[in-house]
């Protein structure tokens, strides 16, 4: 996997982790997943939580944001409950059979 991805996913589970107590771990999904860089593309990432709402994602948008900054990157997060997740069909089943999970210590782990 590309460093630069590499980056991404520890600064992000880093900073989950420190600010959310139910941080549940990541996915990491999409054209990143051939291990190469892609100048132009944006990094792929379904984030756990045990609740979701607004307030959340208006505390995890200024932590992407610094990260993006940081590594000249763009990540699309979605950030989702296991059963937003689940209800989202096409991402679900899109994620489920290419994706990669990432603990909350942004440990790669098998499902």
Not at 12 to 29: C, H, P, Q, T, W
Not at 74 to 95: A, G, M, R, S
Request: contains cysteine; aromatic residues 12%; glycine residues 6%.
């Amino acid at each position: 996997m590309a460093s630069q991805v590499n980056d991404v996913i520890k600064r992000l589970s880093i900073a989950f982790k420190r600010n959310f107590e139910d941080y549940k771990g990541l996915y990491l999904f999409g054209i990143f997943l051939d291990g190469k860089e892609h100048e132009d593309e944006d990094i792929e990432i379904v984030a756990l939580f045990d609740s979701e709402d607004k307030s959340k994602r208006e505390q995890i948008w200024p932590i992407v944001g610094k990260i993006e900054t940081a590594l000249g990157v763009c990540i699309d997060l979605y950030p989702y409950t296991k059963e937003q997740f689940e209800k989202d069909e096409e991402l679900y089943k899109e994620v489920m059979e290419d994706g990669l999970f990432f603990n909350p210590l942004g440990i790669m782990e098998d499902r």
